[in-house]
């Protein structure tokens, strides 16, 4: 099968290109390389049986479209993103720029392509709002209320997908991801807690939790996550499937299992709540069973215990 990965390059889009490729499928990948790393795909690039293209383009580029029709992909799995909260809250414009219409050009490529189907990478985090704990694990026929401009974008491509499934035929599916974690991951952001856990207890460096460390995390490995694109790419067409473990992990809990793991006997520090975060968050995943056939199955001492042993190999 004829594939493209936008932002390929990337965390959980070079975990995607890895499974890909060992499936026999054909890839190409569109990184602006902002965020991603050429490193993150340096097996794929070596393996020799590996049908690999690069293109270093951004998706709001109206070269995009001339690209996806040229090459003729059968299935998009479409990554890229603005992916920080805080940045779509600071630069709402820039991430409407990027979220929206930079979708919109690779929705338009898939279309210009022939393609077959989408694959979007929603956010199970932002699309539904602070759902009221009586709804958690939270379903998706919960309403789409989101508080922040990172969510919104996230629902408009949704209704964007939908609109495009009805008046071209071009089919998708959106999965809902939970806060996924796993190899790969930039330590250095504010996104993925685990990883900036992991770099600084193998540094030798004290951890901040922000809050009391109640407020909880539906926290799913990238393995599982990439599980489920894989299978998307021809189930569960014209659905929202939420992709997480539905269930709660607090920050304390996650810190005490990465400690155990790590060795480390200091308590984390506590500074104040960022603010506008969430109080509790997780996502039912009974329609990724049903209609993907997907159920996740890395525990968190697992998952957590492999980024560990990735940045120690690393360093």
């Not at 919960?142 to 495009?164: C, E, I, N, R, T």
């Not at 250095?188 to 109640?214: K, N, Q, S, W, Y």
Request: charged share 20%.
């Amino acid at each position: 099968m004829r594939t493209l990965v936008t932002g390929g390059a990337g965390f959980i889009g070079s975990n995607l290109v890895d499974r890909l490729l060992a499936e026999g499928h054909s890839v190409d990948v569109i990184d602006n390389l902002s965020t991603g790393s050429l490193a993150n795909l340096a097996g794929a690039r070596n393996h020799p049986d590996h049908q690999l293209t690069i293109h270093q383009l951004d998706v709001r580029s109206p070269d995009v479209v001339e690209l996806m029709a040229r090459r003729h992909p059968e299935v998009v799995f479409h990554l890229a993103a603005q992916a920080d909260v805080r940045v779509s809250v600071a630069r709402p414009v820039f991430d409407a720029d990027v979220n929206i219409l930079g979708s919109l050009q690779v929705i338009e490529g898939a279309r210009a392509a022939g393609a077959a189907k989408v694959v979007f990478a929603s956010s199970g985090g932002t699309i539904y709002g602070d759902p009221d704990p009586r709804f958690l694990p939270v379903k998706e026929s919960h309403p789409q209320q989101p508080l922040s401009p990172y969510g919104v974008a996230k629902k408009v491509v949704g209704d964007y997908l939908f609109a495009y499934r009805e008046l071209h035929n071009l089919e998708y599916t959106a999965l809902a991801l939970a806060n996924v974690y796993g190899p790969r991951q930039d330590p250095h952001g504010e996104a993925g807690v685990v990883a900036i856990f992991a770099g600084r207890m193998l540094a030798g460096e004290p951890c901040t939790i922000f809050g009391d460390g109640g407020q909880t995390r539906d926290f799913v490995y990238v393995d599982d996550v990439v599980d489920a694109f894989a299978r998307a790419a021809v189930r569960g067409s014209g659905l929202i499937i939420n992709v997480g473990t539905g269930r709660e992990t607090s920050v304390n809990e996650l810190y005490d299992t990465m400690a155990k793991e790590a060795g480390v006997k200091e308590p984390a520090g506590y500074a104040p709540a960022r603010p506008g975060e969430l109080r509790r968050s997780s996502l039912d995943p009974g329609r990724a069973a049903i209609h993907l056939g997907w159920k996740p199955w890395t525990s968190l001492a697992e998952g957590t215990g492999a980024v560990l042993d990735y940045f120690r190999h690393r360093s």
